[in-house]
């Protein structure tokens, strides 16, 4: 079964760092580009962070620019998210989503149309 599986997710207190991975399970990454998203209850999903299947372009949603980095290692087949700064509206379910072909400019990834999903990670920052 091809599927995508996100990892690294918990209760975190304002101010605190997380990492979230992001595998493959039936088939290898290195091919996709990566897409983070978010969904916090009540609300619609929202892009966090893309990146691109070689790792050399990347784009993140404004809320997020500057504390939180993507990353991905080809060699492990994994995509990070490494989450720095967290506030209390960070809280959310965390997903990863593969597309074989993603542009990573303005906002192009938003509107792709994604192969794989995973089925998310919860992330709650609060004290």
């Known amino acids: 079964q091809l599927q995508l599986v996100e990892s690294g997710g918990g209760l975190v207190q304002p101010g605190g760092s997380l990492r979230l991975s992001c595998a493959a399970a039936?088939?290898?990454?290195?091919?996709?580009?990566i897409g983070w998203f978010r969904q916090a209850p009540g609300k619609k999903r929202e892009g966090v962070s893309c990146i691109s299947a070689s790792g050399g372009s990347t784009n993140y949603a404004n809320s997020v620019k500057g504390r939180f980095m993507i990353s991905r290692d080809n060699s492990n087949h994994t995509v990070y998210l490494q989450m720095n700064s967290l506030k209390p509206e960070d809280t959310a379910v965390y997903y990863c989503?593969?597309?074989?072909?993603?542009?990573?400019?303005?906002?192009?990834?938003?509107?792709?149309?994604?192969?794989?999903w995973g089925q998310g990670t919860q992330v709650t920052v609060s004290s």
């Open positions: 039936g088939f290898t990454l290195d091919s996709y580009g």
């Open positions: 989503a593969a597309a074989i072909l993603l542009h990573t400019y303005g906002s192009s990834w938003l509107e792709t149309p994604y192969d794989f």
